[in-house]
């Protein structure tokens, strides 16, 4: 059954079931509310990011990447310290469809140093995918400094933007 078509009724269900002690129910739960597409959804998505398991969690990025929201931010930001790689590239993946709004948060996660190596290549692959020329001069940076796969993502951001190396005849 598509929850959608029940409308209200189908919603209130789902977000029911959204705080059952069951990590699969909640799950589900989720899966279906992305459908949705609302500004109510959206807020359940959010919230779920600081669900308990790492499975709801991912759920809910996949249904903010579907259904992108410039308030799901901040979260998504905190999920890039994960310990679980799928979940952390799962939420950049949302933070990519938030658009620009995530690059300036993101430039926070690269220089800041209390943030782990991980988050920080997570935060320049998703610069990389967002194609912002306000992210020019940390992709430059970082293909300076970062370690070889921050590079990696650094230049192909700058690639992205039009500013990848250009070779020339001097002559």
């Known amino acids: 059954v598509q929850f959608v078509s029940l409308g209200s009724e189908g919603f209130e269900a789902l977000r029911a079931l959204v705080t059952s002690p069951n990590e699969?129910?909640?799950?589900?739960?989720l899966r279906a509310l992305s459908d949705f597409g609302t500004p109510q959804s959206s807020k359940i998505l959010i919230a779920a990011l600081h669900d308990p398991e790492a499975s709801v969690q991912m759920?809910?990025?996949?249904?903010?990447?579907?259904?992108?929201d410039t308030q799901a931010v901040p979260a998504l930001i905190s999920l890039?310290?994960?310990t679980a790689p799928l979940l952390a590239k799962v939420a950049g993946d949302a933070l990519a469809a938030t658009g620009k709004t995530a690059t300036q948060a993101l430039i926070q996660v690269i220089e800041n140093p209390e943030h782990t190596?991980?988050?920080?290549?997570?935060?320049?692959?998703?610069?990389?995918?967002?194609k912002d020329t306000a992210a020019i001069s940390t992709l430059f940076k970082v293909s300076q400094e970062g370690s070889s796969m921050m590079q990696y993502w650094?230049?192909?951001?700058?690639?992205?933007?039009?500013?990848g190396m250009v070779f020339f005849d001097p002559s």
């Open 59 to 68: 759920c809910a990025a996949v249904g903010l990447r579907l259904n992108p």
């Open 80 to 82: 890039l310290e994960s």
């Open 117 to 130: 190596h991980r988050a920080k290549l997570e935060a320049v692959r998703v610069l990389a995918l967002l």
């Open 24 to 29: 699969d129910t909640r799950w589900w739960a």
């Open 154 to 163: 650094a230049e192909k951001g700058l690639d992205n933007l039009g500013i």
